[in-house]
């Protein structure tokens, strides 16, 4: 029995090791979560055009709408370029599983949210993600119609919605 007794030992401290580690990454998420836009002052921000979240009923259903190329521009997300440009003439669905735009990000749900068009108008919609999409620094609740200047996050990851 006391051969056992050091391997029981080690045990409860890997354990405890792996456990203190999980929690310094968690708090380190949400600080990093929390300061996130605390850098620059709010007057020194200025918002995409209509990315207010403030739009008329009727926006984006008018014909002319419906011959703009809608499309997402990563601002930053880890294993894309800064810049580069998704098309979003049939949808996309974003995550880390076999999605049109695989998200390398550890809060990236396999099937995470999905961009498609309804009729003349495209829709972000959450999947079910366990850490959830923002929109505009809201959290999505419920399919949402996009707008010129929008700005979706999921996880670390985060894009721009535009059309020409």
């Known amino acids: 029995m006391t051969s056992l007794q050091p391997v029981s030992v080690a045990l409860k401290f890997g354990f405890l090791a792996v456990l203190y580690l999980f929690l310094m990454w968690t708090v380190r998420s949400a600080l990093k979560d929390l300061r996130r836009g605390r850098d620059v002052p709010l007057e020194a921000v200025e918002p995409p055009v209509d990315a207010t979240a403030m739009h008329s009923a009727s926006e984006g259903l008018l014909d002319h709408d419906a011959l703009r190329e809608p499309r997402l521009v990563v601002d930053h997300a880890a294993g894309h370029a800064d810049g580069i440009a ?62 010129h200047g929008d700005r979706i996050r999921i996880g670390d990851s985060e894009f721009s919605y535009l059309h020409d």
């Not at 550890?106 to 959450?126: C, K, M, N, W, Y």
Request: net charge negative; glycine share 12%; aromatic share 4%.
């Open 86 to 147: 998704y098309d979003l003439a049939n949808g996309a669905t974003l995550g880390r599983g076999d999605v049109e735009i695989r998200l390398e990000d550890p809060f990236a749900s396999t099937q995470h949210a999905r961009i498609e068009r309804q009729g003349s108008i495209v829709v972000l919609e959450d999947l079910g993600s366990t850490n959830g999409t923002y929109l505009n620094d809201e959290p999505l609740r419920g399919p949402q119609p996009l707008h």
